[in-house]
Nanobody
Framework: QVQLVESGGGLVQAGGSLRLSCAASGIIFRVNAMGWYRQVPGKQRELVAV???????NYADSVKGRFTISRDNAKNTVYLQMDSLKPEDTAGYYCNAEIIGSGLTRRDYWGQGTQVTVSS
């Protein structure tokens, strides 16, 4: 069974930084794109950043220049470095990965979420 386990959320003041991590474990043949999404209560989950297996990245306009996504393919881990945080970045952050697992079945997996709270 494949799992995504996130860490690194917390409470930070505006202008501060946090680094999120998400590690995939289990029977994994290949990890394709990995990404971070966020959601606040009552709103749809939105894409924050995504990175391909080859390292190509894409960001939401609201985080460009402040957030950096990266990955370590040897560890099946994706990171999100968040700098210059704003109160509007407050949300639950969820890791997502497209993984080819046992039986060469490809599917999307989600982490359990980690809360990021930015105080003004």
């Amino acid at each position: 069974q494949v799992q995504l386990v996130e860490s690194g959320g917390g409470l930070v003041q505006a202008g501060g930084s946090l680094r999120l991590s998400c590690a995939a474990s289990g029977i994994i043949f290949r990890v394709n794109a990995m990404g971070w999404y966020r959601q606040v209560p009552g709103k749809q989950r939105e894409l924050v950043a995504v990175i391909s297996s080859g390292g190509n990245t894409n960001y939401a306009d609201s985080v460009k220049g402040r957030f950096t996504i990266s990955r370590d393919n040897a560890k099946n881990t994706v990171y999100l470095q968040m700098d210059s945080l704003k109160p509007e970045d407050t949300a639950g952050y969820y890791c997502n990965a497209e993984i080819i697992g046992s039986g060469l079945t490809r599917r999307d997996y989600w982490g359990q979420g980690t809360q990021v709270t930015v105080s003004s």
